[in-house]
């Protein structure tokens, strides 16, 4: 593959073009044709690899413990889990943040990047999308499920009713309601309307009736016309546009979870945008466990290229030391605040009995990554970023751990001190949102395309109007 | 090749735009009726109780006063239903060998209270008290409705939060007279006239 050669030396790079001397995105050598043979291959093949139906059989298999967990959740109450009352949130709470910091770094990619016109996002944010939305899925779950009476959760709704009662706007947990319900339509209809001209495609290329008609369908009578473009153009940019300050404030709302409380550790201005960072790094780290595999078994290695994974790495980078600065942070602030409880917590954080926690994170989020993806060559490293990247995964989980679990079980008064230890409910449903995402992650692969076909299209090298006829008579030859 | 979509589709396009907005609205309309209708309230329904005792033949017919019967009302946060004493007092001279009223001498008789069944029936989490409405001047009329007129006793209002709160928020336009709480007939005051209000 000409992704191997030795990337630094620009004389033999292949990923340079000679004529412009661009550093090109994907690997040379495709045209129109083969870059939509091959994503559109995915789909419509009648030969679905047998990997697929054994991950989507385990995936399923798992999310029954979603299923198990709520039913017996729903029916003996939330005391199956093992919240108390000191730590009244659990499980639940950290992993609704946890997913939903994993869902953020789609939108980063779809749309930040977008707006920053970086090329590189091309390859990646269709998955990355489907990604945010199978996350928010598993995210929004839980502040259904964790609530004692969640055949009322609609009461946290704004709507007209005969009680005359509304939810109360100060509560940053009914801003997760509309921050969380925002976020998740948005995405997908971000996520759709970048699908269309493939579905174009999809329907161009399908055989079966039933496939003709499915795409067809979805594609809603896209032809590709100019002004069908220039509108698809402006309404991505503007998706983008409204998209990039959703993803700061969802998070940051969620943050608000935390941070207007006034408990020690929670009760931190830094949240907001340390909970961002930190969801993007936790969303980046989750973007290569996906893209790993997938570009191996699916050999996507010319699309997703190793620039693509050094880059997602240096983004790990980058959020990862704004992580790190926010962990310097908090431990800074217990000192210099001298309130007396902002020392113990931290204190507690770091040698109390779930001290463990707290340097697990250490070693996971900020020791392993921030020293290693200094080097290039680990950051091409392909089997080290996958393995790194469930370290920061993990790394992030317990980010979330120690920031609800280790500020809640011992706080202000000493006499309400207890302690957390997570039921097997808590790790049934845990594990089963792994399992439906999986699940739903299997689906998108087999049934959309999961790399944007129009756009990898865009930056093929038979795009760029350059001097001379050369390149459209390039054009026309390879138009499909 | 063939088209995949022949021309019928376009109107089919149209309509399921259309069928968007007409599910919309549908839904919207069967979530209110699901919270408002009076087949969710139970307005108006006229449950079969052991004996069809009629408030119209023993208020509007006989002239009985409310308090006859619901003895507590002003007294204490349950009207109270009267006890089979209460029926016995006339009836065990009058219309005594009724079919009709063999529920009542049959309590009468063995002591077990008649199962009257609960009308308006707020659930257990309201703290409803009848004593403080009555001697702050909320006719009964105004809440129950012309019980002077009902054969068969029925909910009149939606019992619902809304319909509470609307009265507390704004309760001059229900006040009248302590002398005429028990007034089933009584007109209550309009916007245009000032309203009287009870001062114990």
């Given at each position: 593959m000409a992704t191997k050669g030795p990337m630094q030396d620009p004389i033999v790079d292949p990923m340079i073009d000679p004529r412009t001397g661009e550093y090109a995105v994907i690997a040379p050598g495709h045209n129109f044709k083969s870059v939509t043979q091959k994503i559109a291959g995915i789909v419509l093949t009648s030969n679905t690899p047998l990997g697929w139906f054994f991950g989507l059989m385990v995936g399923g298999g798992v999310a029954l413990g979603v299923v198990i967990g709520c039913t017996w959740l729903f029916l003996k109450g939330v005391g199956i889990w093992g919240v108390t009352i000191p730590g009244a949130w659990g499980f639940a709470i950290i992993n609704f943040v946890w997913w939903i910091g994993i869902g953020h770094a789609g939108t980063l990619i779809s749309a930040i990047l977008l707006l920053f016109k970086q090329t590189w996002r091309n390859s990646i944010n269709r998955f990355a999308e489907a990604m945010t939305i199978f996350a928010v899925v598993c995210a929004g779950t839980f502040p259904l499920i964790h609530v004692g009476r969640p055949w009322l959760a609609y009461w946290l709704f704004p709507y007209p009713n005969t009680m005359n009662v509304w939810p109360q706007f100060r509560s940053p947990l009914a801003w997760d309601v509309f921050a969380v319900s925002t976020y998740a339509s948005i995405s997908i209809i971000f996520w759709y309307i970048g699908m269309i001209p493939d579905f174009g495609t999809l329907r161009d290329r399908a055989t079966m009736p039933a496939a003709k008609y499915f795409y067809g369908m979805l594609s809603l009578g896209w032809r590709g016309s100019t002004r069908h473009w220039i509108r698809y153009e402006s309404a991505s940019l503007l998706l983008a546009g409204l998209s990039t300050p959703l993803v700061l404030s969802v998070h940051t709302v969620i943050s608000f979870d935390f941070a207007v409380a006034a408990l020690a550790g929670w009760h931190t201005t830094i949240f907001p945008p340390y909970f961002v960072a930190g969801a993007v790094y936790s969303g980046f780290a989750m973007v290569l466990t996906l893209a790993i595999p997938i570009r191996k078994f699916y050999h996507m290695e010319d699309l997703v290229t190793l620039r693509h994974l050094d880059n997602m790495a240096k983004v790990m980078l980058a959020t990862g030391s704004i992580v790190a600065y926010g962990y310097g942070m908090e431990v800074f602030m217990a000192w210099y605040s001298a309130s007396h409880w902002e020392f113990f917590m931290m204190w507690n954080r770091m040698f109390g009995p779930m001290g463990w926690a707290y340097w697990i994170l250490i070693l996971t989020n900020i020791a392993i990554p921030l020293t290693s993806l200094w080097s290039r060559k680990l950051r091409v490293n392909v089997t080290y970023l996958f393995i790194l990247s469930l370290i920061v995964n993990t790394g992030m989980w317990f980010e979330r751990f120690v920031i609800v679990v280790t500020s809640l079980y011992r706080d202000y008064l000493p006499s309400s001190w207890g302690t957390y230890r997570a039921t097997k409910w808590d790790y049934m449903i845990y594990v089963g949102t792994m399992g439906l995402f999986t699940f739903l992650f299997f689906l998108f692969v087999r049934f959309l395309p999961m790399i944007p076909m129009s756009e990898i299209r865009m930056m093929l090298p038979q795009t760029k109007v350059t001097r001379g006829g050369a390149d459209a008579e390039t054009v026309s030859k390879e138009t499909v | 090749?063939?088209?995949?979509?022949?021309?019928?589709?376009?109107?089919?396009?149209?309509?399921?735009?259309?069928?968007?907005?007409?599910?919309?609205?549908?839904?919207?309309?069967?979530?209110?009726?699901?919270?408002?209708?009076?087949?969710?309230?139970?307005?108006?329904?006229?449950?079969?109780?052991?004996?069809?005792?009629?408030?119209?033949?023993?208020?509007?017919?006989?002239?009985?006063?409310?308090?006859?019967?619901?003895?507590?009302?002003?007294?204490?946060?349950?009207?109270?239903?009267?006890?089979?004493?209460?029926?016995?007092?006339?009836?065990?001279?009058?219309?005594?060998?009724?079919?009709?009223?063999?529920?009542?001498?049959?309590s009468w008789a063995t002591g077990a209270s008649i199962q009257w069944i609960r009308v308006h029936d707020l659930p257990d989490y309201v703290y409803f008290n009848h004593e403080i409405h009555v001697n702050k001047g909320i006719g009964c009329a105004s809440c129950h409705g012309r019980v002077d007129e009902m054969p068969l006793m029925y909910q009149q209002n939606t019992l619902q939060m809304e319909w509470c709160l609307n009265c507390h928020r704004n309760p001059a336009v229900n006040l009248r007279p302590t002398s005429e709480i028990y007034n089933m007939a009584w007109a209550g005051p309009s916007n245009d006239k000032p309203v009287w209000c009870t001062t114990t």
């Open positions: - | 090749m063939a088209q995949v979509f022949d021309r019928s589709s376009n109107a089919l396009a149209r309509f399921s735009l259309v069928l968007t907005g007409v599910i919309v609205i549908a839904l919207g309309v069967t979530l209110d009726q699901l919270q408002r209708s009076p087949w969710v309230t139970r307005q108006g329904q006229r449950p079969d109780q052991p004996i069809p005792f009629s408030h119209k033949h023993h208020v509007e017919g006989l002239g009985l006063q409310c308090q006859y019967c619901h003895t507590q009302v002003e007294k204490a946060a349950y009207a109270g239903i009267p006890p089979t004493k209460t029926c016995i007092n006339c009836h065990a001279q009058i219309w005594t060998n009724a079919e009709l009223l063999e529920p009542v001498r049959q």
